[in-house]
């Protein structure tokens, strides 16, 4: 199976899980059993990889991306990525059964599972990817889902809005400095690849053959940069705060994200980039210095937490501190005791994560100081928490065993600052066995509170945990046939892995520890209460953040709300820098702005009068005191606009003119007509008269607009009449248009040779309309109805108020008559724009305006309710995720065949049937496909903006609306 696959897989689960008949047709239990099976079955295809492998050292396959630019998208399969690929499917595998049980309603488990099934995907993505870029875009998508996921509540609690910010703050402003890192060593492998050609290197496997990457110049530079983004992901302190912060997610989040994945990703990529790296001690001091004080302060906040997900998250600072460290030892000594703890800490940091959740589940709470007793109303959990605590703990022989032994072996051997190198582990430790005792007799033992109602869970949420602690129990007895091997293909170096090695210094420290930890235990509550810092991290995040909005408001003062005070300064402040600049007499020396021969033919007296029109137009919009006149005479100079790119020989071009002109003015119309007219007469009197009766204001208005108009027209004559020659690339894009089945070059462009652009323009005009959407709806929640503006009589009000609530006022025989007519005839003529456009104007962008045009007939003459009940099968977010469902795999496919994203492929030929379809001038091609998927994103954008400002503005709730961006519409 090629390893594209792999990372695809989770992403597929995704998108099947988002759809309305996977969600009617299969129930929680069955969605828990598809989506933990599809895991597993990733789990068993690497486990059958590693013989693989073990024989080539290094699996890399790569599909063509953009050939013309040398990027592909490479994937790498190796022993780290083998053994981070098995973590994020085998406990992706427990969690998402955990998950299925964990969740009451099977709505929010199908979101939740939505998101974290994408996750899992961005993670596999991150770890088996072969391309510098192609790793920073899976390390974004980590970030954005995991922002989802912690704020899954953020709709109920404050806490988890702040929790998903935060994290989102903190790992983006990491991840801003890791591309520029990742961009500098990219830049030097290709400098030392190839000296003096400026070259790019983004293969892993190249960049990690430089054996002399650590002595380039701009080694102390990017090194940093890359540090700081894996410092930020993987919560090194001083960034370690927003962990914590993160504990607001649903628990399976928190035991997949925050124990096994997101916060190892960083680890992952220091670990991935050391071979190249190590031997410069800028970078091995970096991380050994800021691993041993994340691993002090981790444990110092640990023990001071009263939440359960709270000590579990600062104890996983503090491993991860540990496991940084280790990578940061010189000679990549740390390396085989960095993979066993990472083994370990995923194994009993994800149960007790479980844990924790299982008794929020039952218990209501996961304040330690209101949980005791709790071993006889639950034995199997008890079990389970003293097997994964101990080995937290480090207790012989379990797999924590283990991985405190080679990590005290590890550091004991490091020569500088050894003492206070193994001062701090060992305290560490200490503290840390200290947490994992209190996980066990402040929850577990004890008597249990009268006031606790525990219910008991359903039997299968143990599964995933008792397993994962099992796995800590015999995992130890187990390192030569399972772990040892795996080890052996990602440690470059020869090295022993016992269970036991023996009463030597190592095992007495370990022992020590324990003792040190049980006898902490005993005065617990004093040490917690002498423990107190000046100052923690999310103190100084919040004061950050104070000064930003600070910031903001400050500039803000300087802004007047109104736009052509912006539109003065911008234009103004161009055209005084182009006057002083002398730049207009020196492009002017030696030429001629206007061209000799004057003569006039029959087309320039076209475009002469068209561009009259145009100026006319725009004058009546100054001069015209009605609202609806001014919005119909703006649309006019988009339509004289238009005709002339028609007379230009661009009848594509000047379809879309035409098409969103008149979408434009359409929308304009419907929102004046929410506007109550009392007020529109306010601001035009206002506007005219002035607010003391004079005019200043408009005689002020008027000069500086002909004065920036002047400037602004005189500078664009002199830049088109001296710009440079360049050699046009018009010629090419003619001559091979043929080559995609097309006649129309302008279609092509868009459906091919820039079909990624176009890919990027449909999600950012997805964007867009939820954009509109959200702010539209957030200024409406407000339970008011008509509202009296001020100024206005009670008369006024009134007449204002029917106009608005008179929503059928357009509704007449002959209206509804022409809306009934122009929606089927509209969806004809996009049929045929799409099936026809590679032959003549229109495409799928023009079918899809088209439609939403006469859906917005429909709003205007009907009204909202009556269209919506009249046309129920128009639901704008179904079209919108249909769309880029479409396009994305349209995109995609062609690389499977070795065409490159966004490749063209005719369907047509390849299923035999191209003479009978070319019979019907039509070719079933990936354009054609293309086409469609952007005429009904277009058609479900525009149908997002129609509906959010068709909405009644007297509606008291946003229901229709706000269901839009969930998805429910």
Same mark, same amino acid.
């Given at each position: 199976?090629?390893?594209?696959?792999?990372?695809?897989?989770?992403?597929?689960?995704?998108?099947?899980?988002?759809?309305?008949?996977?969600?009617?047709?299969?129930?929680?239990?069955?969605?828990?059993?598809?989506?933990?099976?599809?895991?597993?079955?990733?789990?068993?295809?690497?486990?059958?990889?590693?013989?693989?492998? /073990?024989?080539?050292?290094?699996?890399?396959?790569?599909?063509?991306?953009?050939?013309?630019?040398?990027?592909?998208?490479?994937?790498?399969?190796?022993?780290?990525?083998?053994?981070?690929?098995?973590?994020?499917?085998?406990?992706?595998?427990?969690?998402?059964?955990?998950?299925?049980?964990?969740?009451?309603?099977?709505?929010?488990?199908?979101?939740?599972?939505?998101?974290?099934?994408?996750?899992?995907?961005?993670?596999?993505?991150?770890?088996?990817?072969?391309?510098?870029?192609?790793?920073?875009?899976?390390?974004?998508?980590?970030?954005?889902?995991?922002?989802?996921?912690?704020?899954?509540?953020?709709?109920?609690?404050?806490?988890?809005?702040?929790?998903?910010?935060?994290?989102?703050?903190?790992?983006?402003?990491?991840?801003?400095?890791?591309?520029?890192?990742?961009?500098?060593?990219?830049?030097?492998?290709?400098?030392?690849?190839?000296?003096?050609?400026?070259?790019?290197?983004?293969?892993?496997?190249?960049?990690?053959?430089?054996?002399?990457?650590?002595?380039?110049?701009?080694?102390?530079?990017?090194?940093?940069?890359?540090?700081?983004?894996?410092?930020?992901?993987?919560?090194?302190?001083?960034?370690?705060?927003?962990?914590?912060?993160?504990?607001?997610?649903?628990?399976?989040?928190?035991?997949?994200?925050?124990?096994?994945?997101?916060?190892?990703?960083?680890?992952?990529?220091?670990?991935?980039?050391?071979?190249?790296?190590?031997?410069?001690?800028?970078?091995?001091?970096?991380?050994?210095?800021?691993?041993?004080?994340?691993?002090?302060?981790?444990?110092?906040?640990?023990?001071?937490?009263?939440?359960?997900?709270?000590?579990?998250?600062?104890?996983?600072?503090?491993?991860?501190?540990?496991?940084?460290?280790?990578?940061?030892?010189?000679? /990549?000594?740390?390396?085989?005791?960095?993979?066993?703890?990472?083994?370990?800490?995923?194994?009993?940091?994800?149960?007790?994560?479980?844990?924790?959740?299982?008794?929020?589940?039952?218990?209501?709470?996961?304040?330690?100081?209101?949980?005791?007793?709790?071993?006889?109303?639950?034995?199997?959990?008890?079990?389970?928490?003293?097997?994964?605590?101990?080995?937290?703990?480090?207790?012989?022989?379990?797999?924590?065993?283990?991985?405190?032994?080679?990590?005290?072996?590890?550091?004991?051997?490091?020569?500088?600052?050894?003492?206070?190198?193994?001062?701090?582990?060992?305290?560490?430790?200490?503290?840390?066995?200290?947490?994992?005792?209190?996980?066990?007799?402040?929850?577990?033992?004890?008597?249990?509170?009268?006031?606790?109602?525990?219910?008991?869970?359903?039997?299968?949420?143990?599964?995933?945990?008792?397993?994962?602690?099992?796995?800590?129990?015999?995992?130890?007895?187990?390192?030569?046939?399972?772990?040892?091997?795996?080890?052996?293909?990602?440690?470059?170096?020869?090295?022993?892995?016992?269970?036991?090695?023996?009463?030597?210094?190592?095992?007495?420290?370990?022992?020590?520890?324990?003792?040190?930890?049980?006898?902490?235990?005993?005065?617990?509550?004093?040490?917690?209460?002498?423990?107190?810092?000046?100052?923690?991290?999310?103190?100084?995040?919040?004061?950050?953040?104070?000064?930003?909005?600070?910031?903001?408001?400050?500039?803000?003062?300087?802004?007047?709300?109104?736009?052509?005070?912006?539109?003065?300064?911008?234009?103004?402040?161009?055209?005084?820098?182009?006057?002083?600049?002398?730049?207009?007499?020196?492009?002017?020396?030696?030429?001629?702005?206007?061209?000799?021969?004057?003569?006039?033919?029959?087309?320039?007296?076209?475009?002469?009068?068209?561009?009259?029109?145009?100026?006319?137009?725009?004058?009546?919009?100054?001069?015209?005191?009605?609202?609806?006149?001014?919005?119909?005479?703006?649309?006019?100079?988009?339509?004289?606009?238009?005709?002339?790119?028609?007379?230009?020989?661009?009848?594509?071009?000047?379809?879309?003119?035409?098409?969103?002109?008149?979408?434009?003015?359409?929308?304009?119309?419907?929102?004046?007509?929410?506007?109550?007219?009392?007020?529109?007469?306010?601001?035009?009197?206002?506007?005219?008269?002035?607010?003391?009766?004079?005019?200043?204001?408009?005689?002020?208005?008027?000069?500086?607009?002909?004065?920036?108009?002047?400037?602004?027209?005189?500078?664009?004559?002199?830049?088109?009449?001296?710009?440079?020659?360049?050699?046009?690339?018009?010629?090419?894009?003619?001559?091979?248009?043929?080559?995609?089945?097309?006649?129309?070059?302008?279609?092509?462009?868009?459906?091919?040779?820039?079909?990624?652009?176009?890919?990027?323009?449909?999600?950012?005009?997805?964007?867009?309309?939820?954009?509109?959407?959200?702010?539209?709806?957030?200024?409406?929640?407000?339970?008011?109805?008509?509202?009296?503006?001020?100024?206005?009589?009670?008369?006024?009000?009134?007449?204002?108020?029917?106009?608005?609530?008179?929503?059928?006022?357009?509704?007449?025989?002959?209206?509804?008559?022409?809306?009934?007519?122009?929606?089927?005839?509209?969806?004809?003529?996009?049929?045929?724009?799409?099936?026809?456009?590679?032959?003549?104007?229109?495409?799928?962008?023009?079918?899809?305006?088209?439609?939403?045009?006469?859906?917005?007939?429909?709003?205007?003459?009907?009204?909202?309710?009556?269209?919506?009940?009249?046309?129920?099968?128009?639901?704008?977010?179904?079209?919108?995720?249909?769309?880029?469902?479409?396009?994305?795999?349209?995109?995609?496919?062609?690389?499977?065949?070795?065409?490159?994203?966004?490749?063209?492929?005719?369907?047509?030929?390849?299923?035999?049937?191209?003479?009978?379809?070319?019979?019907?001038?039509?070719?079933?091609?990936?354009?054609?496909?293309?086409?469609?998927?952007?005429?009904?994103?277009?058609?479900?954008?525009?149908?997002?903006?129609?509906?959010?400002?068709?909405?009644?503005?007297?509606?008291?709730?946003?229901?229709?609306?706000?269901?839009?961006?969930?998805?429910?519409?």
């Amino acid at each position: 199976m090629p390893l594209a696959f792999i990372a695809a897989a989770p992403f597929c689960l995704a998108l099947l899980l988002t759809l309305p008949q996977t969600r009617a047709q299969l129930s929680k239990t069955a969605q828990t059993l598809l989506s933990s099976a599809l895991m597993a079955g990733l789990f068993a295809w690497l486990v059958s990889s590693f013989p693989l492998v /073990q024989a080539e050292g290094a699996v890399i396959q790569s599909l063509e991306w953009m050939p013309a630019l040398g990027i592909s998208l490479s994937f790498y399969l190796d022993g780290l990525s083998l053994l981070f690929g098995l973590i994020i499917t085998g406990i992706g595998a427990l969690i998402f059964f955990f998950a299925g049980y964990y969740f009451d309603d099977a709505a929010e488990y199908n979101r939740f599972m939505v998101w974290l099934a994408g996750f899992a995907g961005a993670m596999l993505a991150l770890v088996l990817s072969g391309n510098l870029l192609m790793l920073f875009i899976a390390w974004e998508l980590t970030s954005v889902t995991s922002f989802l996921l912690i704020g899954f509540k953020g709709a109920k609690e404050k806490s988890a809005r702040a929790g998903a910010f935060k994290a989102l703050f903190v790992t983006s402003g990491g991840a801003l400095a890791l591309i520029i890192g990742l961009v500098m060593l990219g830049a030097a492998a290709g400098q030392l690849i190839a000296p003096g050609t400026g070259g790019f290197v983004a293969e892993l496997d190249v960049v990690l053959g430089l054996e002399s990457l650590h002595e380039h110049v701009w080694f102390p530079l990017f090194s940093f940069l890359i540090l700081l983004g894996c410092f930020t992901k993987s919560a090194q302190f001083p960034f370690h705060f927003w962990l914590p912060g993160a504990m607001s997610a649903p628990t399976p989040a928190s035991a997949y994200l925050h124990s096994a994945t997101m916060v190892k990703a960083g680890i992952y990529l220091v670990a991935r980039l050391s071979p190249a790296m190590y031997k410069n001690e800028l970078w091995t001091n970096a991380l050994l210095s800021i691993g041993l004080l994340t691993m002090l302060v981790g444990a110092v906040f640990a023990i001071r937490q009263t939440d359960l997900k709270g000590l579990l998250a600062y104890a996983t600072v503090s491993k991860l501190g540990a496991i940084m460290a280790l990578l940061g030892l010189p000679g /990549q000594a740390g390396l085989k005791a960095a993979l066993v703890g990472i083994i370990a800490h995923a194994l009993y940091k994800s149960a007790l994560f479980m844990v924790a959740g299982t008794i929020d589940h039952v218990a209501h709470t996961r304040q330690i100081s209101r949980l005791s007793g709790l071993r006889k109303e639950l034995p199997a959990l008890f079990w389970v928490t003293v097997i994964s605590a101990l080995s937290m703990a480090g207790m012989p022989f379990l797999m924590g065993f283990v991985a405190k032994e080679t990590l005290l072996d590890a550091l004991l051997h490091y020569s500088p600052w050894a003492e206070l190198v193994m001062l701090v582990t060992l305290a560490s430790a200490a503290l840390t066995a200290l947490a994992a005792y209190m996980l066990i007799g402040d929850v577990f033992l004890g008597r249990r509170r009268s006031e606790l109602q525990i219910h008991l869970p359903p039997s299968p949420i143990y599964y995933g945990p008792a397993l994962l602690a099992f796995c800590s129990l015999v995992m130890g007895f187990l390192l030569e046939p399972l772990v040892i091997p795996l080890l052996r293909l990602a440690v470059p170096k020869s090295f022993v892995l016992p269970l036991f090695a023996g009463f030597n210094e190592v095992f007495w420290m370990s022992m020590g520890v324990l003792v040190a930890g049980a006898l902490l235990y005993r005065v617990r509550k004093p040490l917690i209460q002498r423990i107190s810092l000046p100052v923690s991290g999310d103190a100084v995040f919040d004061e950050l953040i104070r000064y930003i909005d600070w910031a903001g408001s400050a500039l803000l003062s300087f802004q007047s709300g109104y736009v052509r005070y912006y539109l003065v300064w911008i234009l103004g402040s161009v055209s005084l820098m182009l006057i002083a600049s002398g730049i207009l007499p020196a492009m002017t020396a030696g030429q001629t702005l206007f061209p000799q021969d004057l003569s006039v033919t029959a087309t320039d007296l076209a475009k002469i009068f068209m561009l009259a029109l145009a100026v006319a137009a725009a004058a009546l919009t100054v001069v015209l005191r009605e609202h609806v006149k001014a919005a119909i005479a703006y649309g006019v100079i988009g339509y004289a606009i238009g005709v002339i790119f028609l007379i230009n020989h661009a009848p594509d071009v000047a379809l879309v003119q035409l098409l969103v002109e008149t979408m434009a003015t359409v929308l304009v119309i419907i929102m004046l007509g929410q506007i109550r007219p009392g007020a529109r007469l306010k601001v035009i009197r206002n506007l005219w008269d002035g607010r003391h009766d004079n005019h200043v204001g408009l005689l002020r208005d008027l000069g500086i607009s002909i004065v920036i108009g002047l400037a602004v027209f005189v500078f664009s004559l002199i830049a088109l009449q001296n710009r440079p020659e360049r050699r046009s690339i018009a010629q090419w894009h003619l001559e091979n248009t043929s080559l995609v089945n097309s006649e129309d070059a302008v279609g092509a462009i868009v459906a091919d040779f820039r079909g990624t652009d176009t890919l990027l323009e449909i999600a950012v005009f997805t964007t867009a309309a939820l954009g509109v959407l959200t702010l539209l709806a957030s200024g409406r929640a407000d339970g008011s109805s008509v509202k009296k503006a001020p100024g206005d009589s009670p008369e006024q009000a009134a007449q204002a108020g029917e106009a608005i609530q008179d929503a059928t006022s357009l509704s007449t025989p002959f209206t509804r008559l022409v809306t009934n007519f122009v929606l089927p005839v509209a969806i004809l003529i996009g049929i045929a724009q799409i099936l026809y456009g590679g032959a003549g104007p229109g495409d799928g962008f023009t079918a899809g305006v088209t439609i939403g045009l006469a859906v917005s007939l429909w709003y205007v003459v009907l009204g909202y309710d009556e269209a919506r009940r009249q046309l129920p099968w128009f639901r704008p977010a179904h079209f919108v995720r249909l769309g880029l469902v479409i396009g994305i795999v349209n995109a995609l496919f062609p690389i499977l065949l070795g065409k490159g994203f966004t490749g063209h492929v005719q369907f047509d030929k390849a299923l035999g049937i191209y003479d009978l379809v070319s019979a019907f001038g039509l070719h079933i091609t990936s354009s054609l496909i293309f086409e469609i998927a952007i005429a009904v994103t277009v058609m479900g954008g525009l149908g997002l903006i129609i509906e959010a400002i068709a909405y009644p503005q007297s509606r008291a709730t946003v229901d229709e609306g706000l269901s839009a961006v969930g998805g429910k519409s």
